[in-house]
């Protein structure tokens, strides 16, 4: 169905909008909403009113009217011309206490259902919603959380008994959060999420810019598994266990900034997230604990690079890695691990050698004379977010001369080619662009939540996207 957002048509266009039931081709909810709930219509309540009245014997399947709106005689008149009301609470703000009440207070029965659209500021407000939609059961209603942390509630409508979702045009702008329409369908698919629906995602803060649902949804598709992927937008990783919980979440992937955070959350792990001090994975059995963590960063950044070496590192060889953050943790573990003599340069030189300590590697600023050790590097790994989307086109080591011959591993994977990676080409240099890393460390990750290897055929076009 659709909806008919009737405060955005001119005056032309409404005196039309009684024939556009009869030409939609799907049912469609009108709404005329008033500038205290977002809408536009211009004029008085009175002027409102009156032109709902008008409208009410268009034909349409729902229309939406607020919670206070005390009109019985509006209401009686769409009722008796065969359409149904949504009962609606709105607030852009915050997410009010007593939910629940909130939600039971609101006008229902076999023409009216109850919508409460509120706006989740943290994951405990999100759980707050989960929980005030498991209250009702049975109920119709529709639940729905805006803004970044309530994109679970628009994907995962079913499962909380919402009778539907919201979704925007595709190629509209929408507001963060919003998820439109195609990708709600294609991506996710909407329309196959069930109650025995197993749920991934990737947990990250911000995370809505996150590739991890495309890669990780495309391979759900391809095996027609029952499963679906989703971006959780999670500011504390404790409130965020009983998201899990009640959404019966039986894998994730971890990213910026909870890699650390999320080990005190875990019954156990294996020896990668304590070499590495970083967990990148969790999964756990159907039906509850332990949780169990991994890191398949490590073999993630290995892969594609043993792929251009025959398998194994050249004996000796030699590894500049510029930056000393989480990423370059995974990366100097496992370099070293092949046996690579390893020189980590950084910005601020005390954390290069924090790092190069726990590692046993070289470390150096990322200064002139760090430069000078870097000379003769057979690998150069750019960790850092220099040059990635949302920060400036800059090149972290500008005074880093490329002689040609070395392989260039570049993280970052948005943009696909950055200034230093640029620069590098230029030279001559073989490149590895990080996508290859994010999606080889995904395969993996969907091995362990869904015991099912990731579809080869699908991983190589992924790789030729880029
Ligand atoms: P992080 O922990 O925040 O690391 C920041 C590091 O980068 C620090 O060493 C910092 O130096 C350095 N740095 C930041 N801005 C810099 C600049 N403009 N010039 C020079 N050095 C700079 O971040 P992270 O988690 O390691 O992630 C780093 C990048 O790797 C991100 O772009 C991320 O998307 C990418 N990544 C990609 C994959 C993949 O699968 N492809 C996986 C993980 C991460 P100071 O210590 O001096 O501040």
């Known amino acids: 169905m659709a909806e008919l957002r009737a405060d955005y048509l001119d005056p032309g266009e409404v005196a039309a909008a009684t024939a ?83 939600l039971r207070r609101l006008p229902r029965g076999a023409s009216e259902v109850p919508k409460l659209a509120v706006t989740p500021k943290g994951v405990s407000d999100l759980s707050r919603i989960l929980a005030a939609a498991r209250a009702s059961p049975g109920t119709e209603k529709i639940i729905l959380g805006m803004g970044p942390y309530g994109v679970t509630t628009r994907i995962l409508a079913t499962r909380l008994g919402s009778l539907l979702s919201y979704a925007a045009v595709p190629g509209a702008a929408v507001a963060p959060g919003q998820v439109d329409v195609r990708t709600l369908a294609e991506e996710y698919r909407f329309g196959a999420i069930g109650k025995g629906t197993a749920v991934y995602g990737v947990i990250g803060n911000p995370i809505l810019h996150s590739r991890s649902p495309f890669i990780h949804n495309r391979g759900i598709a391809a095996l027609g598994l029952d499963a679906v992927y989703l971006p959780f937008q999670v500011d504390d990783v404790d409130a965020f266990w009983e998201v899990a919980d009640e959404l019966g979440v039986t894998g994730l992937s971890v990213t910026v900034p909870h890699k650390q955070a999320v080990i005190r959350r875990l019954s156990a792990r ?29 073999e993630g950044f290995l892969a594609p690079l043993l792929d251009v070496t025959g398998g194994k590192l050249r004996v000796g060889l030699k590894a500049v890695v510029i930056g000393a953050g989480g990423a370059s943790r995974a990366v100097v573990y496992g370099l070293a691990r092949q046996g690579a003599r390893v020189l980590v340069l950084n910005r601020s030189r005390e954390r290069a050698q924090e790092l190069a300590q726990v590692f046993g590697v070289q470390a150096a600023g990322l200064d002139p004379a760090g430069l000078k050790l870097a000379a003769g590097a057979d690998l150069i790994v750019q960790t850092t977010p220099a040059g990635m989307e949302g920060q400036p086109p800059e090149d972290p080591a500008p005074g880093l001369a490329f002689t040609g011959s070395e392989i260039v591993y570049e993280l970052v994977y948005e943009p696909p080619v950055t200034p230093f990676a640029a620069r590098a080409a230029a030279a001559g240099c073989r490149i590895i662009g990080g996508w290859a890393m994010l999606v080889a460390q995904a395969m993996r990750q969907f091995e362990l939540f869904t015991g099912r290897p990731y579809p080869e055929e699908l991983a190589k076009e992924l790789l030729k996207v880029d």
């Open 20 to 102: 556009m039931p009869s030409r939609a081709g799907v049912p469609l909810i009108l709404t005329l909403r008033r500038p205290a709930e977002g809408g536009r219509f211009p004029g008085s309540e009175r002027d409102r009113i009156a032109l709902l009245e008008r409208l009410a014997s268009g034909g349409f399947a729902w229309v939406d009217l607020e919670e206070d709106l005390d009109a019985p005689n509006l209401v009686a008149r769409f009722v008796n011309a065969g359409t149904r009301i949504i009962r609606s609470m709105h607030d852009f703000t915050g997410t009010p206490d007593h939910l629940v009440e909130r």
């Open 270 to 298: 294996d020896a990668l997230v304590d070499a590495v001090g970083a967990c990148n994975t969790v999964c756990r059995r159907v039906g509850g604990e332990p949780w169990t963590g991994t890191n398949t960063d490590v």
